[in-house]
C-alpha cells in the first residue's frame, strides 16, 4: 500500500512540472513581461524606465531561464522560472498586485469556498442519486420518460439562469435570505443556504441523468438476472445488489472533485458575495493579476491530481477484489 | 444599389464548416454502419424534429454570416460619376432582413410591447416643464390612443396565429402527400411538428414587431430581438469552430498513442493528464488573459474594430479547442487500442499495408461514430460555456453580440425598480431552445450511432428520448 502511495506520488511530480512548465510558458513567453508592465501601466505614453521599475518592483526583471550574469547555482535559481514558477512546488505563490501573500490570502479564503461547495456536492449526490435510482427503478415506463424528459430540459437552462433567477426569486422578492454577503461562525447560514441550494438545483439534470444510466447497465448485467431469478424482490435487489455494485462507476466520477472543492465555485462565490477562493480567483481574472491566477492554475491541478490518487483508493473500499501490489 | 462583400475569417470557417459537415455526411453514407446510424436517426421523430430547429438556427447564424458595406448615396450630383463609396458600418445579410428591427432605435430601456419609455424625461410644455413617461418613437407609435393597444397587439397575434395554422395545415398536406410515400421511413411528423411550432412562434412575432418591440429594448434602445437573433451566430462559431480546432487534434493525437503504442502513447497520454489537471476554467482563463494582451499590445494587426472582435471570437474557439480535445483523445485511444488487436488489421499488416493506410482504411471508419457522438454532445456544453466565460470576463470581446454579453450587460438592472427583465429573458430563452434541441439531438444521435445501444434491452436508453 505504501509503496503504491509513493508511485502514485511519483507519477505526479512530472505532470506537476508539466503543468508548471505550461504555466510559465503562457505567461512569461506568449508575451514578455515588458508587455505585461505595458499592459499593466497602460498601453500608451508609459516611460522605459517606468516598465524596468515595475519589473524590479515584481522581480520580473531577471532572465527568463539562464542567468548568465552571476556564477555557480546562482544560475539557475536568479531567473524567473526559479522564483516565480518552481518556488510554487513548496508552497510559495509570491504577492499579489496589491501586495498581499497570495499563500496567506488562500488559507484564509479556503474556509468559506468549503462551506458553500461541501454541502452543495454532498446533498447534491444524496439527491441525484435518489432521483436516479427511483427512475431507474420505474424504468421504462412514463414515470421515467417524464423524469428524463425533465432532467434533459433541466440541463439545458443556463448556470447563470439558475443562479440570477433564484437570487432574485428568493433574496429580492420573497426577502427570505440576504442577497449577497457573509458571516462568521454559525451566523454564516443565511448566507449559505441559497447558493448551496441553487447549486444542488443547478447541476440535478446532468447528473440524474448519469447516474440513471450506471443504474441502468448494472441492470442489465448477469448477477442482477441471476438474483431476480432467485426471486428476490427487485426493491432487495436495488437496494441490496445493485446500489453496492454501481458504486464503483459512480466514484470514479464523484471522488476526484472532492479535494477540488477547496476552490470553490466561481460563479456561485461572485454572484453571492462570498469571500472564498472561487470570488478569489474572479477577481484575479478581472484585474489582470497574473501572479494569482498562475496560482491557483497550479493549486487547482495539484487538488485533481489529489484527486485522482483518492479515487485509487476509494475502490479498495468498495471493491474488495481491488488490491494495490 | 451596389454593395462590397465583406469577407471575415469567422463567416468563412462557418461556411466552409457547414460545407464539410455535408459532404462528410454524404460520403460516410457508404460506410455501411454510419449509414445505418444516419437511417435510424432518419426514423427518429425526436431527431427528425430537432434538427429542424437546428437548420433553423443554422439558417440565421449561416445568414448572418454573409457580411457586406453598402454603398453611400452620392452627396451631389458632381459625384454621381464619381468612384462609389462604401459604408464603414459592416452589416450581414440577416441585417438586410430584419432592417426595421436594426434601424428603429429607441432612447433607452423600453418594456415589451410598450409605448413608453422606461425612465421619465423632462419634457417643455406650454404650461412649464413636466415629467412624463414619454412616448417611443417607434414601439406602438402609429397609435393615436394608446388604450388601443391591447386590440391591437390581439388583431396582429390572432393574424399571425391564423396564418402559421393556414401554412402548417398546407405543410401536413404536402408532407403526406410527398415525404410519406416516397421515404417510407422518414419520420415527417418530427419534422412537421418542428416547422409548425417555429412558424407558430415566429409569425405571429413578425406581425408584432412590425409595430412594437416585441421582447423590448435594452440600455442603448437597441430591440432584444434583434440582439438575441444577432446572438446565435456568435453561439453557433463557438460550438462548431470550436470542434474544427479540437477535432484533428484529437482524431490525430487519439489514433497515433492507440496504434503506435510505445513512447508515443507515453508523450501523448502525458500530454493529455497535464492538460487534464488543470481545471478547465483558469486553463481558459489563463490563455485568454494572454491573448487580450498580445491584442492589446499590437492594436496596429487590426484595420478595423469588427476585425479585431472577429478574431478575438477566433482566439477564444482555438483556446476552447485546444483546452477540451482531451476527452475525446483519449476515448479514441482507447478504442483503438482494441480495433488494433483484431484479426483484420492484423491481416493487413501481415500483408505489409502501411500504417497510415491501416489507419484511414481500417480504424478511421470504425471510430467516426464515436467521433460523431462527440461533436454534437459538445456543442451544446460549449454555448453553454460561452455565457459563463463571458460572465467570468474571458469570453467574446464585449462588442460582438453574443447571449453571454446580452446576459452580463442586463444582470445588474433586475435590481432597478421595476425591474429590467426582458434582455436576460430572452437571452435565456434564445439559449434554452437551442441547447435543449441540440442535447435532444445528441441524444438521438447516440442512440443511433452508438453500437451498445444496439440491441437496447429493457429499459434501454432507446426507449426514452427524454
Redesign the interface.
Known amino acids: 500500500m505504501l509503496t503504491y502511495l509513493l508511485r502514485r506520488l511519483a507519477y505526479a511530480i ?3 512540472l ?2 508548471n512548465l ?2 510559465f510558458a ?2 512569461f513567453m ?2 514578455t513581461p515588458d ?2 508592465a ?2 499593466q501601466l497602460g ?1 500608451k505614453r508609459v516611460t522605459a524606465e517606468a516598465i524596468e521599475n515595475w519589473k524590479q518592483e515584481r522581480g520580473y526583471h531577471l532572465p527568463l531561464l539562464w542567468n548568465g550574469q552571476t556564477g555557480g547555482l546562482e544560475k539557475a535559481t536568479q531567473t524567473i522560472f526559479f522564483t516565480k514558477s518552481a518556488r510554487m512546488f513548496i508552497g510559495d505563490f509570491g504577492a499579489a498586485e496589491d501586495g498581499r501573500d497570495i499563500a496567506r490570502e488562500i488559507r484564509t479564503r479556503m474556509m468559506p469556498s468549503l462551506l458553500i461547495a461541501l454541502p452543495t456536492f454532498l446533498i447534491g449526490i444524496a439527491v441525484a442519486v435518489t432521483l436516479a435510482l427511483f427512475l ?1 427503478f420505474f ?2 415506463t412514463r414515470l ?2 417524464w423524469g ?2 425533465l ?3 433541466l ?7 439558475y443562479i ?1 433567477g433564484g437570487q ?1 426569486l428568493f433574496a ?1 422578492i420573497l426577502l427570505l435570505v440576504p442577497i449577497s454577503g457573509f458571516g462568521d461562525g454559525l451566523d454564516a447560514w443565511r448566507f449559505v443556504i441559497l447558493p448551496v441550494a441553487i447549486g444542488v438545483v443547478s447541476g440535478i439534470g446532468a447528473n440524474v ?1 448519469w447516474y440513471r ?1 450506471i443504474f ?1 447497465e448494472e ?2 448485467k448477469e448477477y442482477i438476472r441471476a438474483a431476480r431469478a432467485r426471486g428476490l424482490p427487485e426493491t432487495a435487489i436495488f437496494f441490496r445488489h445493485l446500489l453496492k455494485n454501481a458504486m464503483i462507476p459512480i466514484l470514479t466520477g464523484v471522488v476526484v472533485v472532492i479535494p ?1 472543492l477547496f ?1 470553490g465555485s ?2 456561485m462565490e461572485s454572484f453571492f458575495g462570498i469571500p472564498g477562493l472561487g470570488s478569489y ?2 477577481d484575479a ?2 484585474a ?1 493579476d ?1 501572479s494569482v ?2 496560482a ?2 497550479f493549486i ?2 495539484v487538488l ?2 489529489l484527486g485522482l490518487i483518492l479515487t485509487d483508493f476509494s475502490y479498495t473500499l468498495v471493491d474488495p477484489r481491488i488490491r494495490f501490489a | 444599389m451596389s454593395i462590397q462583400v465583406v469577407f471575415l475569417w469567422s463567416d468563412i470557417l462557418l461556411w466552409l464548416l457547414c460545407f464539410a459537415a455535408l459532404v462528410f455526411g454524404l460520403r460516410s453514407m457508404r460506410v455501411i454502419h454510419l449509414a445505418r446510424g444516419w437511417a435510424k436517426l432518419a426514423r427518429n421523430p425526436v431527431a427528425t424534429g430537432t434538427a429542424t430547429v437546428l437548420a433553423a438556427f443554422l439558417l440565421v447564424g449561416l445568414l448572418d454570416s454573409l457580411h457586406y458595406r453598402e454603398a453611400l448615396p452620392p452627396t451631389s450630383d458632381i459625384e454621381q460619376n464619381a468612384e462609389i463609396r462604401y459604408g464603414v458600418e459592416v452589416i450581414s445579410a440577416l441585417d438586410y432582413f430584419l432592417h426595421p428591427l436594426r434601424t428603429q432605435h429607441e432612447k433607452t430601456y423600453s418594456a415589451p410591447f410598450a409605448t413608453r419609455l422606461y425612465a421619465m424625461e423632462s419634457v417643455e410644455t406650454p404650461t412649464g416643464v413636466t415629467r412624463i413617461y414619454p412616448r417611443l418613437a417607434y414601439g406602438g407609435a402609429y397609435l393615436d390612443d394608446e388604450s388601443d393597444k391591447m386590440a391591437d397587439i390581439l388583431t396582429r397575434l390572432m393574424t399571425g396565429i391564423f396564418l402559421a395554422l393556414i401554412l402548417s395545415a398546407v405543410l401536413f398536406i404536402v408532407f403526406r402527400h410527398t415525404l410519406r410515400t416516397k421515404y417510407p421511413g422518414f419520420a415527417w411528423q418530427g419534422m412537421l411538428a418542428a416547422l409548425c411550432g417555429i412558424a407558430l412562434i415566429f409569425l405571429p412575432l413578425f406581425f408584432l414587431t412590425d409595430g412594437y418591440h416585441a421582447l423590448g429594448t435594452d440600455k442603448v434602445g437597441q430591440d432584444v430581438l434583434y440582439q438575441a437573433l444577432k446572438s446565435v451566430r456568435t453561439a453557433l462559431i463557438i460550438g462548431l469552430v470550436t470542434t474544427l480546432v479540437m477535432l484533428p487534434i484529437a482524431v490525430l493525437l487519439g489514433i497515433a498513442a492507440g496504434y503506435f503504442r510505445g513512447w508515443i502513447d507515453d508523450i501523448i497520454q502525458y500530454i493529455y493528464t497535464v492538460l487534464n489537471s488543470i481545471p478547465g476554467v483558469l486553463l481558459i482563463a489563463a490563455a485568454v488573459l494572454m491573448m487580450q494582451v498580445v491584442i492589446d499590445t499590437h492594436p496596429e494587426w487590426f484595420s478595423t474594430a469588427a476585425e479585431r472582435a472577429d478574431l478575438r471570437l477566433l482566439a477564444l474557439c482555438l483556446i476552447l479547442g485546444v483546452t477540451t480535445w482531451t476527452s475525446l483523445a483519449r476515448l479514441l485511444r482507447g478504442e483503438t487500442l482494441k480495433l488494433r488487436e483484431l484479426e483484420y488489421i492484423e491481416a493487413a499488416r501481415a500483408f505489409g499495408v502501411p500504417s497510415g493506410r491501416i489507419i484511414i482504411r481500417h480504424i478511421l471508419p470504425n471510430l467516426m461514430h464515436i467521433v460523431i457522438i462527440a461533436l454534437v454532445m459538445d456543442f451544446s456544453a460549449l454555448v453553454l460555456a460561452e455565457a459563463v466565460l463571458s460572465y467570468v470576463g474571458i469570453g467574446v470581446d464585449p462588442a460582438t453580440t453574443s447571449f453571454g454579453t446580452m446576459i452580463n450587460n442586463a444582470r445588474m438592472e433586475l435590481s432597478r425598480e421595476p425591474a429590467v427583465w426582458w434582455s436576460l429573458a430572452a437571452a435565456f430563452s434564445f439559449m434554452f431552445a437551442l441547447v435543449l434541441a441540440a442535447n435532444l439531438f445528441a441524444d438521438a444521435v447516440r442512440d443511433a450511432f452508438d453500437p451498445r445501444f444496439e440491441h437496447a434491452p429493457t429499459g434501454g436508453t432507446c426507449q426514452s428520448k427524454g
Do not use: C, E, H
Open positions: 512530472p505532470i506537476l508539466g503543468v505550461l504555466t503562457l505567461f506568449v508575451n508587455d505585461m505595458r499592459m498601453v431507474a424504468r421504462a421515467d420518460f428524463v424528459s432532467a434533459v430540459a440541463m439545458s437552462i443556463s448556470g447563470l439562469f440570477i432574485y429580492k441523468r444510466t441502468l441492470t442489465n477540488s476552490m466561481l460563479l480567483t474572479i481574472i478581472n489582470q497574473f491566477v498562475r491557483m492554475v487547482g491541478s485533481y491530481i
